[in-house]
């Protein structure tokens, strides 16, 4: 991992991805932008209440660190499901600065396409992005606690091989900064859901000190569906950062107890390979 800092920017990459030439990725902060309280930053979510405005722009400066053109990203309308869109050429620029060009309700998406940056939105939900280096395709998934129990980093997989005939031996993946397992408290909806798989996932929850809570480890369920669907353990990379813990850096949903900012992470092929 390195956190990096330009021009009152901060972002962060995985080395794993910063060793391949042609691939351009990131994991933003809230640090910079033009966003006032209570988004005071880098706010990069169009959903929020901030001034559409602010958040286009804060989009804009972002992705213009990268090289990278606003027609030349796509984004989708999240919704904590386990859907997974195809992005082609056409879809270059949707969704990206407005919600109303989004090419699908979703919330992974593939593509082979070049220049073509995937990005998704976070705060405490994980950002996953997906690589491989033999058919140069790529993936991205925001996954929350609904889409994780239901299995998005694996569906997300398995479109890469449908799409691109990638072998899920040889692709990498990178977890991006979420809420950590000390703090992510759940409820008997989240228990009941985990306690829905098989296996040893009730592993994954530890006892809260509320009566009817729990803490659930939704890095490591990821990482466990991940490797079930064929992903080497020695291909999955973390950005071990916990957004609800790291004021400094990130923006929390579950901390602010109210409307917050949204990080963003993106993944592209720039066709320098």
Known sequence: MELRTERMLTWLTASSFDRHPGLCHAFSTRLGGASRYPYRGLNLGLKTQDLPACVQANRIRFLSQFGIRPEEAVSLSFVH?????????EDKGKGYLDLGSVP???????TNAKRCALFVTFADCPPVLFYDPYNQAIGACHAGWRGTVSGIAGETVRAMTMYFESDPAEIEVVIGPCIGPDVFEVSTEVIEAVQGHSGNWMDLLRESPYDHKALFDIRLALTWQLEGAGIRGENIDHIDLCTFSRNDLFFSHRRSFADTGRMGAFIMLDGAV
């Open 81 to 89: 499901s386990n859907r997974v869109a195809y992005i082609g050429e």
């Open 104 to 110: 699908a309700e979703a919330d992974g998406m593939v």
